[in-house]
Structure formats: structure tokens, C-alpha cells
């Protein structure tokens, strides 16, 4: 009997939403109205319920998400409204991420597609990309990135996009995902110069590079048992990684330095896990970078000291 009168509740919602709502932004407010009344979790491109509404009804009205605020005025077709109506439907009761609901995530201003088999881009490396890996880098000439467990592509297109004249490789040990990430290699019309290539880690890698960027799994299994729901929907392949969420970073420290030109740099998010990766390698100089847009958890290691306590991974 209780199921029964929620689901009248939330008949009766919809049907007065479709009759007394009429404009982009009533939808909007009630979008956000629930959002924030059923404690969604934002943490997919947003941070806030009303940022979150207006991305799935501008998807919808297949409009831009910057279009002119005199737009919000605009009313509404019956199916548009039906259609933001659902959109919102899976976002609140399914906890589906925003991005997986319309197909699209933005990292380093330019936009990817996105589905259930890749991980929502949302890496703190966007600014490192955008500053050219300086100060790091230096005057190193960079002719060829490999971005390291690549998911959707967006770290490695976002690279290629900064180093116009570089070859990039992007590298993923899921097919699933690089059927993703080849879509956004088709997307940004870099065929030329981009490439995906499955590989356990370094396995089926035959270059050196002087960039080799890495956005692992990471979270711990303390972490990921205690995630909210809207993770779920990620690709459990992508997050975890043993218990600490260090293994496949350790296998990427023992074994980069094979791959790197002699003036080359690693760059690793290892996100929360920076506390157990320093507990563990005590004396080795990470350099733990002070990220301007928020996030947490990445460091840089050049060439030289990788080789240098390659024994200690």
C-alpha cells in the first residue's frame, strides 16, 4: 500500500509539473528542487542541483549550456517536458550520472562522449594539461605522450590538443573502453596523429616518450564500499585497484622509466591514495603538485628518478 500511494505521489508530481510548469527555467528550479530534496550526489561535472538540472535540460532542448539567458523564458513543448521529466526520473531514483544520462562529459573545455563503460572524466590533471606540464617539462620538446590507462581519451586528447605537433598513444587494458575512446579520437578529428592501443599497462607498448600521463584506479576498498550510489554505475575496473588502490600504481612506478626518454616525466593521479603511496615509499621525492582548480593526489617523477629507486617498487 505504500509503494502504491509513492507511485500516486509521483503521478500526481508529473502530471501537475506538465500542466502548471511551462518554461526552460520552472523546469530547471524543478529539477534542482528535487535534486537537492533527494540528496543526489554531485561529483560527475557539477557540484551543485541547479548546475545539474540545466545540464540535462539544455540536453533535451539540444541547446548549448551557455545559450542566452533570455532563453529561460522560452516555454516548452508537452514532449520536451516529458522527455527533462525522465531525464530527471533517472537521475534522482536511478542515481545514473548526468553525463551517462546525455551522452557527454566536458574535461579541459572539449567535450567527449561518454557511457557506462568508461569512467566520467574528472581529473585535477586538466590543469597541469592546460599549463603544459610547466615548470616540469622545462624546454623538453615533446614529440610523443602515452596516456596510461586512457578510459575515455580525454586526458590524451586534451594532451594532443596542447602539443599540436605530438603523436599520442593512448593505451587501455578494456575494450569496451578504448571502443570509447576510438569515438573520440573520431570526434576530434586526430586520427593522424592519436591512436588506441589495448594493453595490460606497458605490455604491447614499443615507444619512449618524454610525457607519460596516468589517471589509474586508485580508490581503496575501504573508500569504494563506502561511495555513494551514482559510482556504482562507473566500470568497477576503472576505480579499484587491491586493497590499498596502489597495485597498478606500483607497477606503473617499477616499470615507466623503460618507457621514458632520459629527459622525460611521469604524471600520476593517485587521488586519496597519496597518504598510503607515501607511507610506503618514504624516501622516494615525489613531487606532489598544488593543483589551482581544486582535487588532490597527483605527483610527477622525472626519468632519472624513476631509474634511481626502481629497486624500491
Same mark, same amino acid.
Given at each position: 500500500?505504500?509503494?502504491?500511494?509513492?507511485?500516486?505521489?509521483?503521478?500526481?508530481?508529473? =502530471?501537475?509539473?506538465l500542466g502548471e510548469l511551462h518554461t526552460v527555467?520552472?523546469?530547471?528550479?524543478?529539477?534542482?528542487?528535487?535534486?537537492?530534496?533527494?540528496?543526489?550526489?554531485?561529483?560527475?561535472?557539477?557540484?551543485?542541483?541547479?548546475?545539474?538540472?540545466?545540464?540535462?535540460?539544455?540536453?533535451?532542448?539540444?541547446?548549448?549550456?551557455?545559450?542566452?539567458?533570455?532563453?529561460?523564458?522560452?516555454?516548452?513543448?508537452?514532449? =520536451?517536458?516529458?522527455?527533462?521529466?525522465?531525464?530527471?526520473?533517472?537521475?534522482?531514483?536511478?542515481?545514473?550520472?548526468?553525463?551517462?544520462?546525455?551522452? =557527454?562529459?566536458?574535461?579541459?573545455?572539449?567535450?567527449?562522449?561518454?557511457?557506462?563503460?568508461?569512467?566520467?572524466?574528472?581529473?585535477? !590533471?586538466?590543469?597541469?594539461?592546460?599549463?603544459?606540464?610547466?615548470?616540469?617539462?622545462?624546454?623538453v620538446s615533446v614529440d610523443r605522450v602515452l596516456?596510461?590507462?586512457?578510459?575515455?581519451?580525454?586526458?590524451?586528447?586534451?594532451?594532443?590538443?596542447?602539443?599540436? /605537433?605530438?603523436?599520442?598513444?593512448?593505451?587501455?587494458?578494456?575494450?569496451?573502453?578504448? +571502443?570509447?575512446? *576510438?569515438?573520440?579520437?573520431?570526434?576530434?578529428?586526430?586520427?593522424?596523429? &592519436?591512436?588506441?592501443?589495448?594493453?595490460?599497462?606497458?605490455?604491447?607498448?614499443?615507444?619512449?616518450?618524454?610525457? !607519460?600521463?596516468?589517471?589509474?584506479?586508485?580508490?581503496?576498498?575501504?573508500?569504494?564500499?563506502? /561511495?555513494?550510489? =551514482?559510482?556504482?554505475?562507473?566500470? *568497477?575496473?576503472?576505480?579499484?585497484?587491491?586493497?590499498?588502490?596502489?597495485?597498478? +600504481?606500483?607497477?606503473?612506478?617499477?616499470?615507466?622509466?623503460?618507457?621514458? +626518454?632520459?629527459?622525460? &616525466?611521469?604524471?600520476?593521479?593517485?587521488?586519496?591514495?597519496?597518504?598510503?603511496?607515501?607511507?610506503?615509499?618514504?624516501?622516494?621525492?615525489? +613531487?606532489?603538485?598544488?593543483?589551482?582548480?581544486?582535487?588532490?593526489?597527483?605527483?610527477?617523477?622525472?626519468?632519472?628518478?624513476?631509474?634511481?629507486?626502481?629497486?624500491?617498487f
Amino acid at each position: 500500500m505504500t509503494d502504491a500511494k509513492h507511485w500516486m505521489s509521483e503521478q500526481d508530481q508529473t =502530471e501537475s509539473a506538465l500542466g502548471e510548469l511551462h518554461t526552460v527555467v520552472d523546469f530547471i528550479r524543478l529539477g534542482a528542487s528535487r535534486m537537492n530534496q533527494a540528496g543526489v550526489f554531485y561529483g560527475h561535472g557539477t557540484d551543485n542541483a541547479w548546475d545539474e538540472a540545466a545540464q540535462l535540460v539544455m540536453h533535451v532542448l539540444h541547446l548549448p549550456w551557455d545559450s542566452s539567458p533570455q532563453l529561460l523564458s522560452a516555454n516548452l513543448l508537452t514532449s =520536451e517536458k516529458q522527455q527533462i521529466l525522465e531525464l530527471f526520473n533517472q537521475r534522482i531514483e536511478h542515481r545514473i550520472p548526468a553525463p551517462y544520462l546525455i551522452g =557527454e562529459a566536458w574535461f579541459c573545455d572539449l567535450p567527449f562522449y561518454v557511457d557506462n563503460r568508461v569512467l566520467v572524466p574528472r581529473s585535477p !590533471i586538466a590543469s597541469l594539461i592546460q599549463e603544459g606540464f610547466q615548470p616540469w617539462l622545462g624546454d623538453v620538446s615533446v614529440d610523443r605522450v602515452l596516456d596510461l590507462c586512457t578510459g575515455s581519451g580525454c586526458i590524451g586528447i586534451a594532451c594532443a590538443h596542447y602539443f599540436d /605537433m605530438a603523436e599520442v598513444d593512448l593505451v587501455d587494458i578494456s575494450e569496451d573502453a578504448l +571502443t570509447v575512446c *576510438r569515438r573520440n579520437i573520431e570526434r576530434h578529428q586526430l586520427n593522424e596523429r &592519436v591512436q588506441a592501443i589495448k594493453s595490460d599497462l606497458f605490455k604491447d607498448v614499443q615507444q619512449r616518450y618524454q610525457l !607519460i600521463v596516468s589517471n589509474p584506479p586508485y580508490v581503496d576498498q575501504s573508500d569504494f564500499d563506502t /561511495m555513494p550510489a =551514482e559510482f556504482q554505475h562507473e566500470p *568497477r575496473l576503472g576505480l579499484t585497484s587491491g586493497v590499498d588502490g596502489l597495485d597498478i +600504481t606500483r607497477q606503473i612506478l617499477r616499470q615507466a622509466s623503460d618507457y621514458l +626518454t632520459d629527459d622525460g &616525466v611521469l604524471v600520476v593521479e593517485v587521488g586519496n591514495s597519496e597518504v598510503a603511496l607515501q607511507q610506503q615509499f618514504p624516501d622516494v621525492p615525489f +613531487t606532489w603538485v598544488d593543483l589551482p582548480m581544486g582535487g588532490n593526489g597527483v605527483f610527477l617523477l622525472s626519468a632519472q628518478q624513476l631509474q634511481h629507486y626502481k629497486d624500491r617498487f
